[in-house]
């Protein structure tokens, strides 16, 4: 399985280049979609279930989505009954155990009038200890994110999730790849 999404992705990115990275591409975790709300926190019922979506933003003017790889890291008590791709192409991997890569098959996808671009859900049960799904790198293909025109960007996270208790902030210090790539010039 990892073979096969490491050659879908390496297929995906073939034809990337660094060249016109986009350094603010966000991705987030929200309650809600159309238009997402970035409310990042639910209190279900026990034996409840809920959605939560995978949201990106901040493209750029013009700019879309390819494709993108991401994990979860879950530490409240229940289970992911589901996960979707709500874009029109390929996905592989389990979100919270190899880790998800997504794709929106030959055409760009691109955000709303407001800037999101909801890409995926999971629907889970709650079975009553609160706690929270943080968003962290795929094992194997790091926090990469095929942007349109195919070049290959990088996320950063701005929204993860609490179950019954506050949202944890970003597993990183907020930056953008372009200011990290300054350090070192």
């Not at 034996?47 to 494709?67: H, S």
């Not at 008590?77 to 390929?90: A, R, Y």
């Not at 880790?99 to 671009?117: F, H, K, R, S, V």
């Amino acid at each position: 399985m990892r073979f096969l999404l490491s050659v879908v992705l390496v297929a995906l990115l073939a034809t990337t280049a660094f060249a016109g990275e986009n350094p603010d591409i966000m991705i987030g975790l929200d309650s809600t979609t159309g238009p997402p709300t970035e409310v990042n926190r639910v209190d279900p019922a026990v034996n409840g279930t809920f959605d939560v979506y995978v949201v990106f933003k901040n493209f750029g003017a013009g700019g879309g989505m390819l494709g993108a790889a991401f994990m979860f890291d879950r530490d409240f008590t229940g289970f992911k009954l589901t996960q979707t791709n709500l874009l029109p192409g390929l996905d592989f991997g389990d979100v919270e155990v190899d880790g998800w890569a997504i794709t929106a098959g030959a055409e760009c996808q691109y955000p709303d009038g407001n800037g999101y671009l909801v890409a995926a859900t999971c629907q889970y049960m709650y079975l009553g200890t609160p706690g929270t799904i943080t968003v962290i790198n795929h094992p194997v293909d790091d926090n990469s994110v095929a942007d349109c025109p195919n070049d290959l960007d990088f996320w950063t996270v701005y929204s993860n999730f609490g179950v019954g208790m506050d949202a944890p902030t970003s597993p990183v210090e907020a930056s953008t790849w372009g200011s990290i790539k300054s350090l070192y010039r």
